[in-house]
Antibody, heavy 123, light 107 residues
Framework: EVQLVQSGAEVKKPGESLKISCQGS????????IGWVRQMPGKGLEWMGI????????RYSPSFQGQVTMSADKSISTAYLQWSSLKPSDTAMYYC????????????????WGQGTLVTVSS | DIQMTQSPSSLSASVGDRVTLTCRAS??????LNWFQQKPGKAPKLLIF???SLQSGVPSRFSGSGSGTDFTLTISSLQPEDFATYYC?????????FGQGTKVEIK
């Protein structure tokens, strides 16, 4: 079974750093892009970017470029999302998801998704 | 950026109703359109990919159609477990954008 398991909820203070994780299993981790999606409290979904664990190639949404860093450790099939200095506005649920983009079909889609990591930033 | 606009923002419907949700892109995205269902406190779940392909395991009462700029998600006979928020997403060009969601509530 293909599965993405994310790290647990975090409570941090403004200015602190944080790294959350997303571990894949049941498939070749290095062969699929992993995406990150933010959902602020009571709001919709926002695409943050994607990373290819095979070579750590990354593509960021302009809205998140410079605000977060995506990385991956292929030896443990884990992708990461990190902040160097958190702000209260970073309070949100963060999801990782595997990107599917078969050559036989015009399309790209995220499936499956991790269960989400809730990040709360408050003084 | 490509803007995705869903309508309506919310709707009330009864079990057994046929429900149609709409998603419009600000420019052509061909068939690079996906639909997700999200229930409170849960991760989004893929329903439809590439505009009209039903994800494995998703009930056949869900269907998607459209191409270019106008897309629809139809639930042929609404079931109690279908009350949720539905999002469309384009993956035609980055940044990949989501619609604001349509919340389907019980009448």
């Amino acid at each position: 079974e293909v599965q993405l398991v994310q790290s647990g909820a975090e409570v941090k203070k403004p200015g602190e750093s944080l790294k959350i994780s997303c571990q894949g299993s049941g498939y070749r981790f290095t062969s699929y892009w992993i995406g990150w999606v933010r959902q602020m409290p009571g709001k919709g979904l926002e695409w943050m970017g994607i990373i290819y664990p095979g070579d750590s190639d990354t593509r960021y949404s302009p809205s998140f470029q410079g605000q977060v860093t995506m990385s991956a450790d292929k030896s443990i099939s884990t992708a990461y999302l990190q902040w160097s200095s958190l702000k209260p506005s970073d309070t949100a649920m963060y999801y990782c998801a595997r990107l599917q983009q078969p050559k036989s079909l015009k399309g790209k889609w995220f499936d499956p998704w991790g269960q989400g990591t809730l990040v709360t930033v408050s003084s | 950026d490509i803007q995705m606009t869903q309508s309506p923002s919310s709707l009330s419907a009864s079990v057994g109703d046929r429900v149609t949700l709409t998603c419009r892109a600000s420019q052509s995205i061909t068939s690079y359109l996906n639909w997700f269902q999200q229930k409170p406190g849960k991760a989004p779940k893929l329903l439809i990919f590439a505009a009209s392909s039903l994800q494995s395991g998703v009930p056949s009462r869900f269907s998607g159609s459209g191409s270019g700029t106008d897309f629809t998600l139809t639930i042929s006979s609404l079931q109690p477990e279908d009350f949720a928020t539905y999002y469309c997403q384009q993956t035609y060009s980055t940044p990949w954008t989501f619609g604001q969601g349509t919340k389907v509530e019980i009448k």
